[in-house]
Antibody
Framework: QVQVQESGPGLVKPSETLSLICSVSGGSISSFYWSWIRQPPGKGLEWIGYIYYSGSTNYNPSLKSRVTIAVDTSKNQFSLKLSSVTAADTAVYYC?????????????WGQGTLVTVSS | SYELTQPPSVSVSPGQTASITCSGDRLGDKYAYWYQQKPGQSPVLVIYEDDKRPSGIPERFSGSNSGTTATLTISGTQAMDEADYYCQAWDSSTVVFGGGTKLTVL
């Protein structure tokens, strides 16, 4: 059974870069696509982007200018960097496996990690 | 950009049938996916590719998709089904989520 776990700072200052890591266990990172999704407190889900183990990526157009997702196959991890954050980026950030693109779904989710943007 | 619209809330009595809709331009030409999220928990897939149930999801969950509307139907709704439900679809190579529907069982 694949498990994914988010890690990273819970507090980020405005204008700085949010950095999170997702660790994959119970399976190879080469087996799926991998994605980041966020959920502001009390609000809905927002897809951030996905990456394949080869390094190919696709991002939400609304966040594309600030987002970088990378993969480290040697560590079975992938990461998220979101630059120039504001209070609007405060959210629970989830990492999840994605079965495919154009017709895939998110099947394994992490527990989520709350990131607060505040000085 | 592509948008999926869900009603903010739906109420149902225990044992009755709940229907949650998700509307989008030509959504019927795409696959719809549905996730259940209970308070403080991560989302769980309940329907994929319009009408397929993942292993472990009760038979009372079903889905359909035609025209501009996908529908998640919960037959014989139980108190444990009270949750937020999100639809998801693909627009080209990007993922789109609906705004979510809070299902209240009362």
């Amino acid at each position: 059974q694949v498990q994914v776990q988010e890690s990273g700072p819970g507090l980020v200052k405005p204008s700085e870069t949010l950095s999170l890591i997702c660790s994959v266990s119970g399976g190879s990172i080469s087996s799926f696509y991998w994605s980041w999704i966020r959920q502001p407190p009390g609000k809905g889900l927002e897809w951030i982007g996905y990456i394949y183990y080869s390094g190919s990526t696709n991002y939400n157009p609304s966040l594309k200018s600030r987002v970088t997702i990378a993969v480290d196959t040697s560590k079975n991890q992938f990461s998220l960097k979101l630059s120039s954050v504001t209070a609007a980026d405060t959210a629970v950030y989830y990492c999840a496996s994605l079965t495919g693109t154009t017709r895939g779904y998110f099947d394994y989710w992490g527990q989520g990690t709350l990131v607060t943007v505040s000085s | 950009s592509y948008e999926l619209t869900q009603p903010p809330s739906v109420s149902v009595s225990p044992g009755q049938t709940a229907s949650i809709t998700c509307s989008g331009d030509r959504l019927g030409d795409k696959y719809a996916y549905w996730y259940q999220q209970k308070p403080g928990q991560s989302p769980v897939l309940v329907i994929y590719e319009d009408d397929k149930r993942p292993s472990g999801i009760p038979e009372r969950f079903s889905g359909s998709n035609s025209g501009t509307t996908a529908t998640l139907t919960i037959s014989g709704t139980q108190a444990m089904d009270e949750a937020d439900y999100y639809c998801q679809a693909w627009d080209s190579s990007t993922v789109v989520f609906g705004g979510g529907t809070k299902l209240t069982v009362l």
